[in-house]
């Protein structure tokens, strides 16, 4: 046996367990606030989803297949998030395909293996959320959009119509994906310019080529036109966005680290972002052995499905709205991984093995100690503070949360008889946009319950930029009677409202 094959053979036993104790550990894991959200919308009709989507910032796709699927299987949190494993399982023969077309068996069963022990990818294939299904809808355009390239767009056009459009019914940023793949058409369409008469006659000659790569494009863009403008008509989601901090170029170096290794503490994750010049090594093995002509050209597509929608949401957030998140550009992962595989294999041969054997056991490493440990920073124990909150909390007292939208992850669990509000105050069972925070109206708020309840528990659990006004105005005016850390970002306090 081989030491290549011997290094595969090592590597998939490793992703094999990795799922196992994924699937055991993540199962189990307290609802999240997204997965929560997800999971009360997806229980109304379909009008109500529609409603409800509109006045948000996602899209209604996942919501509406969610909804069919907990009508067949239950609304368990284990069902619902069956649905995005399914996914993530959906997308690995999908993305092998890519990848072998785009090299050969050996890089593209690399990749499958390096998605398949990504820490980062792992976590949200067990999210009740519409990841694995934008990841999904992303490969299967890869798919027909190198069929249509490699045919000069005489095949492949009817899935990559479905495939944009699904995608942009699943997610807002797939429009970044479409752009990078156009920008690539454009590169591919000029570079087989043979000089031969003026660029004019042909664009001319070659009109039909170009038609059959924006058909697809112009009629995903029309059919999703509508939903834009019934989106825009209902405000925009303007009062129900989270809050994104600022935008820096740490948070790009963050986002790659972030695919190959996960969630880790804040000072595990600065170590590793600081490693950022090492990459540099990789991108030279890449572009320094000589390479066919179709090899440089799947290798730039694959790197600008990368690096152009990273780069347009990076500008966006610096120049007009802060909406860089990393999960939010999952989509973009599969064609990193496909890159890395092929720089991996581009490595000396005596070197290959052992840095194959290196990034595995990486990777592997990083899985477990995400899904275990505390203090990743993108857990969220609603299920521990309901059921400290069911313990100690009395019929006498209430529960304020804030921010308002982070209730559907606490009534999941919470089964005791204490009253139950936000802050600000917010009828979560109406339609309508949560309400402008403000200290005068908090005030107000807390001074009405003085008049009926004994002690106020308030769970601060997402940052929407007020939170330290709540906190310094309650502190100011009761009694503190406990603060408790259930998970990073997820604290509890109480206060004493009135005394017997």
Do not use: C
């Amino acid at each position: 046996m081989t030491r290549e094959r011997s290094t595969f053979i090592i590597i998939f036993l490793f992703v094999i367990f990795s799922l196992l104790i994924s699937a055991y550990t993540l199962f189990q894991q307290s609802l999240r606030l997204d997965e929560a959200q997800s999971l009360w919308v997806a229980t109304k009709s379909i009008p109500g989803i529609i409603s409800y989507i509109s006045l948000d910032v996602t899209v209604p796709l996942y919501e509406l297949i969610l909804h069919f699927w907990i009508e067949a299987f239950g609304i368990s949190i284990f069902s619902a998030r069956l649905l995005s494993f399914i996914f993530f399982l959906f997308t690995i023969p999908v993305l092998y395909l890519v990848a072998k077309k785009s090299s050969d068996t050996r890089i593209a069963l690399l990749t499958i293996a390096l998605y398949s022990l990504s820490p980062f990818i792992i976590w949200y294939s067990f999210e009740i959320r519409m990841y694995t299904i934008v990841t999904f809808m992303a490969v299967l355009s890869h798919y027909f959009f190198l069929k249509m390239i490699h045919t000069g767009g005489k095949r492949g056009q009817v899935g990559y119509f479905f495939s944009i459009l699904l995608g942009l019914f699943t997610h807002y940023f797939f429009i970044f994906l479409i752009m990078a793949q156009g920008i690539f058409f454009l590169y591919w369409f000029i570079r087989r310019f043979n000089h031969v008469g003026s660029f004019r006659d042909y664009v001319k000659w070659n009109f039909g080529i170009i038609k059959n790569f924006l058909t697809p494009v112009f009629l995903a863009a029309l059919f999703f036109l509508p939903w834009v403008i019934f989106f825009l008509l209902q405000g925009g989601a303007a009062n129900t966005q989270p809050l994104i901090p600022a935008t820096t170029p740490y948070d790009i170096f963050q986002t790659l680290v972030n695919f190959l290794f996960g969630f880790q503490s804040t000072s595990l994750q600065s170590f590793l972002v600081s490693l950022w010049p090492l990459s540099v090594i990789p991108i030279f093995f890449l572009f320094s052995k000589r390479k066919s002509d179709i090899e440089i050209e799947n290798i730039l597509y694959f790197l600008l499905t990368v690096m152009i929608p990273i780069g347009l949401v990076f500008v966006v957030s610096i120049f007009f709205k802060p909406i860089f998140l990393t999960r939010y550009l999952i989509f973009v992962t599969p064609s990193f991984f496909i890159l890395l595989a092929w720089t991996l294999f581009h490595i000396s041969k005596q070197l290959s093995a052992l840095v194959l054997m290196v990034f595995a056991l990486a990777m592997f490493g990083f899985l477990i100690f995400q899904n275990i440990s505390n203090s990743t920073p993108v857990k969220e124990d609603y299920q521990g503070v309901a059921l400290y909150l069911d313990k100690n909390a009395k019929p006498d007292d209430i529960i304020a949360i804030t921010s308002p939208f982070t209730i559907y992850p606490f009534e999941y669990y919470y089964k005791g008889s204490a009253s139950i509000v936000t802050i600000p105050l917010w009828n979560v069972y109406k339609s309508g946009r949560i309400p402008s925070y403000s200290t005068v109206s908090l005030a107000a708020q807390v001074k009405n319950y003085t008049k009926n309840y004994g002690d106020l528990y308030v769970i601060f659990s997402y940052n929407q930029g007020y939170e330290n006004s709540i906190k310094n105005y309650l502190d100011t005016h009761y009694q503190r009677l406990l603060i408790k850390d259930f998970s990073p970002g997820l604290e509890l306090r109480e206060y004493k409202l009135r005394y017997p």
